[in-house]
Structure formats: C-alpha cells, structure tokens
C-alpha cells in the first residue's frame, strides 16, 4: 500500500485491501466530519431537528446532486441502492402478476426485493463473452407482456462490467428502465438523463468516500409525483425530492458528510486519479492472470475502471462453496480480494482505489499461486 495516501483513511494496515468496491473506505477526514454533525445535532436536538437539519440537508442534498451532474430537483437522498429500488418497486406497485426483468449478473437483493412484494423476475442471460447486441436481445427476449420494469446494472457487482444501459432501454421501450448504478458514482462518468431511462440509482459510499447510508436516486421529470419515500414523516406534503429528507428521528449525519466527502474526491485527483487507479488495475490483473497462467482468456464486455475479473484455473473456487472457501484463506493470509464463481468458473475480483500500488497484486499473485496453482 502507499504509505501516505493509506494514512488517509484508517483501514488496518495489517491487510492488504483490494476490495474497496464492497462497502468503500470512509477517509478519515469524512469520518471527522461525521463525528461533528453528529456532535451538533446531540448538543441540542431539538434546534437541530426542527431549524438545523432541513437546511443541512437540502445543501448535501444539492452537492449530491452536482457530484453525479443532475440537476437539483431530480435526485433524491436514500441509504443506499437497495433502498432505491424498494421506492422504485413501490413507485410502480409491483406486486402478484407482475414481471420485473434482471440479469444473471444482477444484485441478488434485487429479486429478493420483488419477491417479497409477491412479483416475479425473468433473466436475461448472457456470458462474459456477450457483445453489445447479444445483451441486448438477451433483455428484449426476456419480456413478457406481464412485464412491468427493467433494472439493469451500469456497473456489475460480481462480474465487474459495464453494461449498455442507452441501448438496452432503448430496445425494452416503453417499459421503464431502473439502472443500479451502485458503483458508479465517482468511478465511472456518466450522463445519467442521456441514458433514456426511468429511474437510476448510485452509491456514494462506494467510490465517492461518503459514508455508507449515502445514495442518490434520481427519477426522470415525468415520473417524480409518484415517487414516495418508504416511511412517511415530517417530509411528506414536500416536493420530490425535499420529500425524501426527513424520516423522523435516523441519523442524518452521513448525508451531512457528503460535501467534504466530494471535495476529499477532487482533493485526491479527481478522474485524473481514476485513470491513476485504472492503470494500476490493469497492471495487476495482468500480473495476477500471468502468474495463474489464465492470462488472454476471453471477456467480450469492457471493465470499469475501478474493479476487473481475473479467471481462476479450471477448479478454484468454481462454485459458491469453493469460492467461500478460497476467500477465507485468503483472508488468513492477509488479503482482502473476494473470489466468486460464475457459470461454473472461478474468478478473483480485483479493485484499485488510490492507497493500492503494484506490489499489492504482486503479493496477491505469489499467495494465488500457492493457494491454487497455475492453470
């Protein structure tokens, strides 16, 4: 790790951390400053709840808004993605008889979330070879006319890709598209009203060093009278997205966060240090693919910038089990970089973040290749 950017941030240094994709890592400054909106709010409650918070808010609010360039009124603060999608579902009353379709490399909570309200998801499948158009038919051949929305990932979570929302909601039109944008903020950049979708979703505790309970959602003009927070308090009456702000007696003090947390991801480098992160990443994948000998394995669709897949040889960690096992004894050995299976292979999922240098996956290859071999 780099020594003087890991002082930043206070992840134990006993670790290597090649995972920052997971739950992020909260600098210590956007801690602090954390630790002082709480401090505010306890000296005197009640000033705080009633004449301080509302204002606070509605300018973290606003700097959310700026940081993912949308305008003010069209994004709403949530917890986190999960969260947005329970309002959209809601937003859309999807319940028995209902199709919602995903991905098979969707966020598993997803289907859980339109489980429990009694709907259904179809899957639209494809591989990591997949081309743009092979993706696309994938989501249109997946609807059914008891199809009433469609979540797709910008960025996917296990497999580490960047999906062609624009072209699948063009293709799945008028069925209104939710993107989980979980790993976008901060890491990829994006014009969120260019896509053509109905609804998108991004973590701020991510890749934009907010802590976690920080998301945005944002909803499209049209649809924003209908969009309603889960719990219903001392906001409700207000306009989207005001109506999302306060939700009775939670701790606000991780939106409150989120303005030195922007300002800590420009004071870092911005996108100039996510290309610096990109090129680390891709550095080490490489190394780490070489020394396992699956280096030149084939991967169709394009990697973001922050994480990337590396394949495991034939074997490792091929199934959930397996995978399980691989990441507890990397863990021992003082990585923290999560394996995973997908359609029957192993995969390691690297991140960069800017504390990581070239001798972290240097390290990770030599434990690899102890731990599972070479293909």
């Known amino acids: 790790m780099r020594p003087d950017i890991a002082e930043l941030f206070e992840l134990d240094p006993a670790l290597t951390h090649l995972n920052h994709g997971a739950f992020g890592a909260v600098p210590r400054v956007v801690r602090e400053a954390q630790d002082r909106a709480r401090a505010r709010i306890e000296g005197a409650p009640m000033r705080a709840f009633r004449d301080e918070l509302p204002d606070a808010i509605a300018a973290a609010r606003e700097q959310a808004a ?8 069209s ?57 743009t158009a092979e993706i696309v038919a994938a989501f249109t051949e997946a609807l059914t006319p008891d199809t009433r929305l469609v979540v797709i990932d910008q960025i996917t979570s296990g497999t580490a890709l960047v999906l062609p929302v624009r072209e699948v909601a063009a293709a799945v039109a008028p069925v209104p598209v939710l993107v989980d944008a979980a790993h976008v903020p901060g890491a990829l950049p994006v014009d969120v009203e260019a896509l053509g979708v109905a609804f998108w979703a991004g973590n701020l505790h991510k890749w934009a060093f ?44 991780a939106w409150l966060a989120i303005p030195e947390a922007v300002a800590f991801w420009h004071d870092l480098g911005g996108w100039r240090n996510v290309e610096r992160n990109a090129d680390v990443l891709q550095r080490g994948a490489r190394h780490v693919a070489t020394a396992l000998g699956t280096v030149g394995e084939p991967s169709g669709i394009p990697s973001p910038p922050c994480m990337t ?67």
Not at 66 to 73: C, G, H, L, Y
Not at 237 to 253: E, M
């Open 75 to 131: 994004a709403a603060l949530v917890r986190n993605v999960s969260e947005a999608v329970a309002v959209v579902l809601e937003s859309l009353s999807i319940g028995l008889g209902d199709d919602v379709v995903v991905s098979n490399h969707g966020y598993p909570t997803v289907s859980l979330a339109v489980q429990a309200r009694g709907g259904s998801t179809r899957e639209a499948r494809f591989g990591l070879g997949a081309s």
């Open 66 to 73: 700026a940081f993912v360039e949308v305008p003010t009124d």
């Open 210 to 253: 907010a802590p976690r309970s920080s998301a945005v959602l944002w909803v499209e003009a049209q649809r924003r009278g209908g969009v309603r927070p889960l719990v219903t308090s001392w906001s409700h009456g207000s306009p989207y997205p005001a109506s999302f702000d306060l939700q009775g007696t939670v701790d606000h003090s």
């Open 309 to 375: 897949l590396v394949p495991l040889p034939d074997g490792a960690a091929a199934t959930p089990d397996g995978a399980e096992a691989l990441w507890q004894q990397l863990h021992a050995a003082g990585f923290l970089a999560p394996p995973g299976s997908f359609e029957g292979r192993g995969y390691v999922r690297l991140a960069a973040q800017a504390y990581n240098d070239d001798d972290d996956y240097a390290r990770l290859a030599e434990t690899l290749v102890s731990l599972v071999g070479r293909a």
